[in-house]
Structure formats: C-alpha cells, structure tokens
C-alpha cells in the first residue's frame, strides 16, 4: 500500500469529531530474539525465543498515541507481505495528500530531510492564514547523528533530539546539549532530550529549563521503542493542553511502564 493510500483511508477527525495526531516516518519488521544474557562478542548463544513485531519510530509512536486514546494518523509506506526491502520514504508530492483540516498535530521521525523540509514548510504557509485554534501543530525527531537531519532542527514547534545526537556535538548531558542546540531551533519552540536512566530535559518557547527523573521498572523487561513511547507521551500530553513539566513527567513514566513489558501491549 502506498504511503498516500494510507493518508487518502486515515482521513476525517477522529470519534467525536476531535482532530487526529499523524505520525510520518517508518514503519518496518523487528525480528526480536530473547536470550538468557547478553552475549560476548563473537561467541554462540541459544536463543529462549523470538519474536516479529511490527516496528519503525514513527509507527511506534503511533501505537503509543492510539493506546493512550489519541485520535491518530500514520503514514509512511506499507508492503502488503510479511517482510519487504527497499519500501520508499514519504515524499513532499505524497504529502500533498494530507488535508490539514483534520489534524491537530504532525509528527516527522527525521528521514530524508529535504522532503520533510518540504513537508513542513507547506504546513507553515498553511497555519499563517488560519487563527491560532485552527493551526497545526508539528514536532520533529531528530534521532541519527547525520549532518543532513540538522537543518529540521529549525522548521518545528516541538524538536525532540536523541542522546546521540546531543553527543555529536560534544555535549555530556541532557540541559548542557538544551543549552548549546537552542539557537537552532525556531523562536518560541520548545526543544526536548531524553537522556535514558537520567530521565529527560526540556527548554520551554521562554528559555526555561524543566527536568523529569526517570521511572524505571521493578524489573527492565524491553528497552525496544521506549524513545517512541516517550515521544508520543509527551506529544499526547501537550496536545491535550498540558503544561510543559507535566507532559516531560507524564513521557518518562510512560516510557518507564514500556520498559517493564514486552512491547507495548498493556501499556496503559
């Protein structure tokens, strides 16, 4: 299925007549294999079990949203078997499809930074002409540390970089990477990093700095996705109206319950 096929069957608020959240990104195949430690380098481990399950950050997100009762949206490039290669990303012309009327919230998992640039910018031209309650809210995850990504830094209200990224430039901790990344962002958007065990840090559209602890499982079950989750949490929080210390609050906790299960299956 194509990646407009899917935007063209999503289409329409969601029940109620509440606007929906799209995710935009990857979705893809994670074969999982459970063993009883981690292994050494080079040496051979029986596996306990193995799992597929459906993966990619955007559509992680996705799932995440829909499970904590968000309206939502997914669209990226779908194969119609079991494991396909080489699905292509979203293009700008792909995106023409997505009637903005019907959302209140896009989220890109950085990708190809040139169409997404694209992307975002017809979303710019289309909140200018509408009153503030009409206009569309984006974020952008900045996850690879790669040098083409950098420039979506600037282009969304909400920017969430990884822990990788915050190291490609040098930086050792979560409010010092806040610190040194904000002038890259556009004015009034809030920046976001997550910092694993550390919990996460944010600067609000004044400059302000918040800070969440984490909240980790009794027992750590499955790491795989927690970023996503977090992600989504936060976004969810702050689509509903929250403030932006109870959404970093409500990511890490989120994301703190995903690593106690496998999956995301009881989640909430």
């Known amino acids: 299925m194509a990646a407009g096929a899917a935007a063209r069957r999503e289409s329409g608020p969601g029940p109620g007549g509440e606007k929906r959240i799209l995710c935009v990104g990857l979705v893809c195949l994670d074969i999982i ?24 950050n955007a559509s992680n997100s996705c799932t995440v949203l829909a499970l904590l009762g968000a309206p939502c949206a997914f669209m990226g490039s779908l194969a119609p078997g079991h494991a396909a ?31 997404q640039e694209a992307m975002m910018r017809r979303v710019e031209r289309y909140n200018r002409d509408r009153p503030a309650a009409e206009r569309v809210r984006t974020s952008v995850e900045v996850e690879k540390p790669r040098e083409e990504l950098l420039p979506l830094l600037g282009l969304a209200h909400v920017v969430f970089i990884s822990k990788d990224v915050a190291r490609h430039f040098g930086y050792q901790s979560a409010p010092e990477a806040l610190q040194g990344l904000h002038s890259r962002i556009q004015p009034g958007a809030t920046l976001i990093c997550a910092w694993a065990e550390e919990g996460a840090d944010a600067m609000g559209p004044s400059g302000e700095l918040v800070h969440s602890d984490a909240f980790p499982p009794e027992t750590l079950v499955d790491t795989l996705g927690a970023g996503d989750t977090f992600n989504a949490a936060v976004i969810f929080a702050l689509s509903a109206g929250r403030s932006l210390q109870d959404a970093l609050t409500f990511g890490c906790q989120i994301a703190g319950r995903k690593c106690g299960i496998q999956g995301f299956d009881g989640i909430v």
């Open 33 to 56: 294999s459970v063993v009883e430690a981690y292994p050494a380098e080079d040496s051979d481990i029986r596996c306990v079990s193995q799992r597929w399950q459906r993966g990619g």
């Open 85 to 115: 290669e080489n699905l292509p990303d979203v293009t700008a012309h792909d995106f023409e499809l997505v009637d903005f009327s019907q959302y209140k919230w896009i989220h890109w998992e950085a990708r190809n930074a040139a169409e």
